[in-house]
């Protein structure tokens, strides 16, 4: 029996797109480095929460000990909201320059 000509087309079809793609297709060791812009966002959000809850947690424990009940803990939560939020800028600031990076290392 002869081949069906639409058969040869997509088998040829097929190696066309396996030649393509192994010459952009990542490495397997390349894939462990990265992460996705979910996992960024997430870690921002997480080290804006972790300020915060730091700060109410120090403010209110300082609040019960001294008796100053509202004056520390909204002063100790505006803090850690300020601490998150430069601790989430740095890691913003720290991965642009990552990219920055590797960008210039893949054009050599």
């Known amino acids: 029996m002869n081949e069906d000509p639409d058969q040869a087309r997509l088998r040829s079809l ?48 300082l609040d019960v000990l001294f008796g100053t009940r509202p004056f520390l803990l909204i002063l100790f939560a505006l803090l850690g909201f300020a601490a998150g939020v430069r601790t989430m800028m740095g890691t913003a600031r720290q991965m642009a320059k990552d990219a920055e990076t590797s960008a210039t290392d893949k054009e050599d």
């Open 14 to 61: 097929e190696e066309r797109i396996d030649r393509a793609r192994g010459k952009d297709a990542p490495k397997r060791a390349d894939t462990g480095k990265g992460f996705s812009q979910g996992e960024v966002a997430w870690r921002m959000v997480l080290e804006l929460v972790t300020g915060m809850l730091l700060g109410l947690a120090i403010g209110y424990g």
